[in-house]
Structures are given as C-alpha cells and as structure tokens.
C-alpha cells in the first residue's frame, strides 16, 4: 500500500512540501500547549487569514505564547525534539523570539512579545486573547487572533522590514488598498496595543517620536543602521539602569548559538575567541564604511 | 454520518489540495507518514465518508470489485490502527 515515513531534513527535493510541515509545526506547538495548560496565538505564515493578503509565502511557523507561559512551552518544546537554535536574547535587537529547529517539522519563531504591541507583553497578549479565533493547522484546532488583529500585527512586523519586497506587499494589500473600514479596523487595534510608535512607521510618521526611548529601535530597523547603531538602539529602549547595564554588556559577548547554525557544528573555543574580535571590529568597520560613504555623499 | 474510523487524538492530518495525497504525523514529535494512490484514498473513505460502504466506494475510486480488495483495504486500516495513527470508531460497517 501506498505509504511510506518521512525521516529527511526539510530539504529541497524532499517529499513532504515545506508548508505542510510548518503546518505540522503549528500543530506540533498547540499539542504541546495544550498538554502543559498554556496559551497561544499562532500569528502570520500559515496561521495567516489568507484573504489579507493573497498568496503569500512562508518559511517557518510564528507563534505568541502568553508570557508567563514562555517558560513552560519551551522546556515542552525541547522534550519533543525541538531544538532551540536562538534565544531571546539573540533573535533581533526587540529580544522578542526565540528559534526553534525540528528534524521533520522545521523552524519555528517562539515569540516572548510582539514588537510594539503593548503596552505591556502580558497587556498585549491577554488583549489579542480576548478575541481570538479559531482556525484548523496541520490538523489541529488552533488559536489566532481577530482579523482585525491580525492585518496590525503584520503591518507592526512590516514596519520593521526596511526595504524587504514582502513587507512592502504587505503594506501595500493591508494598507494601501484597504477600504476605509479596514484601515478603520487596524486602527482600533492599533490603539488597543498601545501600538502606535511601531505604527507610525506605516503612517511615514516616525520622527514625530524621537523622544521615545524605542524610537532609534525602530528608527534602525526600519531604515537601516550599522551594528553599533543597533545596540545603541537597544540599550536606549532597555528600561533602567541594569538593564541598560545588562544589554551593554551583552553586546560585546559572542552569540554561540547563531555561529553553530552559521558553522553547521559546535564551534570552537578558539573560534569563539576570534568571533569575540571580530564582531566589535565589524560594527566598526561598518561605522567607517558608512562615514565614507556620508563623505563622499558630501563632496560630490 | 459516522465514519468508519477516525484520525488518533495525538494525530495531525493534511490532505494536498488535490486530495491526492495525505499527510500523517504524529504528535508532537513525527515522523510524518505520506499516503498516495491507494493509500489516500483508503484514509480518505474511512475516515472521512460515511462507514457504510466505505471499502464499496475504494473499489468504486479504482474501478474494482470491492471482494477484491476489501482483505487489502481493511489490512491497511487495521496496520494504521495498529501504529495509533487511526482508531476505530464505535460501530464499523466495512461494506
């Protein structure tokens, strides 16, 4: 009879299409979540309401675990051959995810928070929560937010996205073509997660907000900026002194975790000691690329 | 309707947009099992069609007498079964 076990790496050429295993993934989450009691949204990819924004493609699975249930899900996740790839800490400069990598599954972003939906991460989710739906993933019921919800979500991740095609052809379907019920609609959802910084981005407003301490967070990813701009970035938007003092000192340490993937194997300590070189030598030499290129702009 | 047999609680189950293929995996860890052809459409008339005659509309699928493969067909469920990827729901009737 006609079946056979899949046991290859997500790969090219393998039999099992990718959205059919991220689709597992999100099922693979949910089992788990629901075994160990904790709540969450499965948020954009194939947890997206697909008449947002037509056709579009996706390479891992999103979820938004209630905070105080991050902890839980991911000891979960690593009992049940779930790899954790990246941490928080490492993600992006909004510390907001971690990585997660399956053998039959692939990848899946664990998010802790969702850059610039507030005011709070607990406030945020349990306003998502609220008036969550349900949708059918890889078998399984799952949770996801309103639809509402969801086109502000992805606008806040679009704004993020710099010069990314994908995020322009977000903006441009949630956006720029929505009827004026619909902008209505992201509107409400932009106030009600406090998410109008984040937003402001869409609306070409952002500089209106250069005394919030997320500003130059936003400001970097949305435009662009070096290394060291990033972690200065950071260190503005982290709340007190220590933890100002805690991401500073981050900043110079080297993240294992992304050199293993980058590596493909454990990586040395000697690699680990040149890597501690390096990384500060190349925020560096991106300030200096950038200063020519601002000098060079200048005398033309 | 009730099916003849029904996808196991710790099951996740997709089926190709052209209904030519179905995905089994185990939850929450894998692996995933892939069932074409016969395979498929097997999963798909016990499980989702009614149980009465389910094994009568495989045979109907690939033009056969259903006394022909009904010993092959119930083999494979009962394999599934077995493997806790299926269970049987409460009153079969294979044809």
């Not at chain 1, 945020?124 to 349900?134: G, Q």
Request: proline share 5%; with cysteine.
């Amino acid at each position: 009879m006609a079946a056979r076990e899949v046991a290859e790496v997500p790969a090219a050429g393998a039999t099992v299409p990718l959205e059919v295993r991220i689709g597992f993934a999100h099922a693979s989450v949910q089992w788990i979540a629901d075994r160990c009691g904790a709540d969450l949204l499965h948020v954009k990819g194939a947890a997206l309401d697909p008449t947002l924004v037509p056709d579009r493609g996706f390479s891992d699975a999103d979820v938004l675990v209630r905070p105080a249930h991050v902890a839980r899900v991911l000891a979960e996740l690593r009992q049940h051959g779930w790899e954790l790839i990246n941490s928080f800490a490492y993600g992006s400069s909004f510390e907001h995810s971690a990585t997660l990598r399956h053998h039959d599954f692939g990848l899946l972003d664990l998010h802790r928070l969702y850059p610039g939906a507030g005011p709070t991460p607990e406030a945020a989710f349990a306003t998502l929560w609220s008036e969550r739906r349900t949708t059918t993933l890889g078998g399984r019921s799952c949770a996801v937010p309103a639809r509402g919800a969801q086109a502000a979500l992805l606008l806040l991740h679009a704004a993020r996205g710099g010069a990314d095609p994908k995020a322009a052809r977000d903006v441009d379907y949630l956006w720029h073509r929505a009827t004026d019920d619909e902008r209505q609609q992201v509107l409400d959802w932009v106030d009600r997660l406090d998410a109008r910084l984040g937003f402001s981005v869409i609306l070409g407003e952002l500089d209106e907000h250069r005394d919030d301490p997320a500003y130059d967070l936003w400001r970097v990813a949305a435009r662009g900026g070096t290394r060291m701009e990033e972690w200065r970035a950071r260190v503005r938007a982290a709340r007190g002194l220590r933890a100002k003092a805690h991401v500073a000192g981050r900043s110079v340490l080297v993240n294992v975790e992304h050199l293993t993937i980058v590596r493909g194997r454990p990586v040395s300590r000697r690699e680990v000691i040149a890597e501690f070189f390096d990384r500060p030598l190349r925020g560096a030499r991106e300030q200096l690329a950038r200063l020519r290129s601002a000098r060079q702009g200048r005398n033309r | 309707m009730t099916p003849a047999f029904r996808p196991a609680a710790d099951v996740g189950v997709t089926v190709s947009r052209d209904g030519a293929t179905v995905y089994v995996a185990r939850l929450p860890a894998g692996p995933i099992l892939v069932l074409d052809g016969a395979g498929a459409v097997i999963w798909a008339e016990a499980t989702e069609g009614p149980a009465d005659g389910w094994i009568d509309r495989v045979a109907d699928a690939f033009d056969v007498p259903a006394s022909g493969i009904a010993a092959d067909a119930l083999a494979f469920v009962h394999s599934l079964c077995g493997d806790g990827l299926l269970d049987e729901a409460d009153a079969v009737r294979a044809t």
